[in-house]
């Protein structure tokens, strides 16, 4: 019998990087961003990079992941929507549908509250998350 697992070593994400996704889609709340979230398996260290912009509007992004080093994981997939609501689209089912990560989508960027929602997507099966941005 074949058996596909899959071992999550990164350890606990930091908050700030969700936050700082957040404000600089805050900052840009005109149109669409992307980034991810990566993790440095032979230093331990996490980073926030952004993706590259080939066209963003306030209602769709096409974009592309920045290059990795070896040894870097990309543990979180972020974007944003704008002044619309934080969800995931049949667009973000079928680029996730391979992946295993974490996505987390910014919405209502033009705001004081902002929407988010987020999910663990492990080759097609999505688990919506309960992430809260921030603390209180």
Known sequence: ELKETVDYKAGKLPRVLLEEFAESAKRESDVEIGAVITWNENTGAYALLRSKSNHATSGSLDYE?????????????????????????????????????????????????PSIASRLCVRGVFKKLAWKLYEN
């Open 65 to 113: 992941l920045p290059a990795l080093d070896p040894g870097v994981h990309i543990i979180v997939d972020c974007h944003s929507h704008s002044h619309h609501a934080a969800y995931f689209s049949h667009v973000d089912d079928k680029d996730d549908q391979h992946a295993v990560k974490f996505a987390f989508v910014v919405g209502h960027c033009n705001t004081d509250k």
